[in-house]
């Protein structure tokens, strides 16, 4: 009989297959196989088996129990926080996500309570020097599906700027700014940039280089005094305060 975790030549990691197949993130995959709530052909699955990549894998309904009580945050960063872990003395945005910084206005059902602030981290960043949406999340499935080179979904910022010659913003050519240019060594994705007002542009992004549009708006002659982020694939920031956070509601979806 064949050991369940003797791998085929062409098979995979079933956790890595859960993960593909946007079930689960890949620790929530191994803790799911590890309490016996996954199986393959039958038979519960092991922590390392390799199965095919067309597997037909089944999962207890506690597994997804589990994962609805994981929770999504939505904060209005402000500036001075960092997204992911402290540093350089100052505080992560997680320190925001207390019953006292609740939004009056959040409609959620959902009750606050410490475990929530367990394993909740950034899904995306922010700048130090930013604010607006941040996205704070326990549930590996978002993470995904807003983390990584792979990710499509839009990203929308106003932007204030000045240039850096002292010249006219009405001047300035945003053909590059929307497509052809570089940031080390890549080209970049096409993106939609557009005036908001005199001194204000409104950029949408596919993606998320590190500084990416401070970066963008100084390779053609552009300084950013302002950045915030109002909105995250089909989520908007609203009227969200500066410093509160709310729940990701039940039908909302990124």
Known sequence: MTNPATAPPDGV???????????????EADDWIAAGWVSVGGRPAVLGQRVPADAVIDIHSLAQTSQARRVTVLINKPIGLVSGQAEDGHEPAVTLF??????????????????????????????????????LTQDGRVAKQLVGDETRIEKEYLV??????????????????Q??????????????VSWQNEEQLRVVLREGRKRQIRRMCELVGLKVVGLKRVRIGSVALGPLPVGQWRYLGEHERF
């Not at 990691?13 to 620790?27: D, H, N, P, Q, V």
């Open 98 to 135: 207390t019953p006292a910084n609740r939004w009056a206005g959040d409609t959620s059902p959902n009750k606050f309570h410490p475990g929530q602030t367990r394993g909740l981290a950034p899904a995306g960043r922010l700048d130090i020097d930013s604010t607006g949406l941040l996205v």
């Open 13 to 27: 990691r079933i956790s890595k297959l859960i993960t593909t197949r946007g079930l689960a993130s890949r620790r």
């Open 160 to 177: 204030r700027v000045e240039r850096l010659d002292g010249g006219p913003l009405a001047e300035v050519n945003l053909g590059r700014l």
């Open 179 to 192: 497509h052809g240019l570089e940031l080390d060594g890549v080209m970049l994705r096409p993106a939609r």
